[in-house]
């Protein structure tokens, strides 16, 4: 059973930081790929990190340096975002795909949460 669900989302000035939640994985979670993906207002939703079942990481390249993804024994997925700019204004959504590897690909993944909002603004 899969039900994602996203929190953590909210308001911040630029140069602050949020740290997003996903959890909704009850059976065999530790074979899930995770991944979080963002969807500015008249833009298409893009990937913006994901973990692996084995724990590696990958990152667009606009959230490296500045965000890390990590998943816990609580089956709980954390995007923990820094630094953040007015960019990266958007709903962030959790997905999962039951693959050992991540894909970029918002097409490859078949679970996904509702979604939290960030606003990063002065």
């Known amino acids: 059973q899969v039900q994602l669900v996203e929190s953590g989302g909210g308001s911040v000035q630029p140069g602050g930081s949020l740290r997003l939640s996903c959890a909704g994985i009850?059976?065999?979670?530790?074979?899930?790929?995770m991944g979080w993906f963002r969807q500015a207002p008249g833009k298409e939703r893009e990937f913006v990190s994901g973990i692996s079942s084995t724990g590696s990481s990958n990152y667009a390249d606009s959230a490296k340096d500045r965000f890390t993804i990590s998943r816990d024994n609580s089956k709980t997925v954390h995007l923990q975002m820094n630094n953040l700019k007015p960019d990266d204004t958007a709903m962030y959504y959790c997905?999962?795909?039951?693959?050992?590897?991540?894909?970029?690909?918002?097409?490859?993944?078949?679970?996904w949460g509702q979604g939290t909002q960030v606003t990063v603004s002065s």
């Open positions: 997905a999962a795909r039951l693959s050992s590897a991540c894909s970029i690909s918002r097409a490859t993944y078949p679970y």
């Open positions: 009850s059976y065999r979670y530790s074979s899930y790929c």
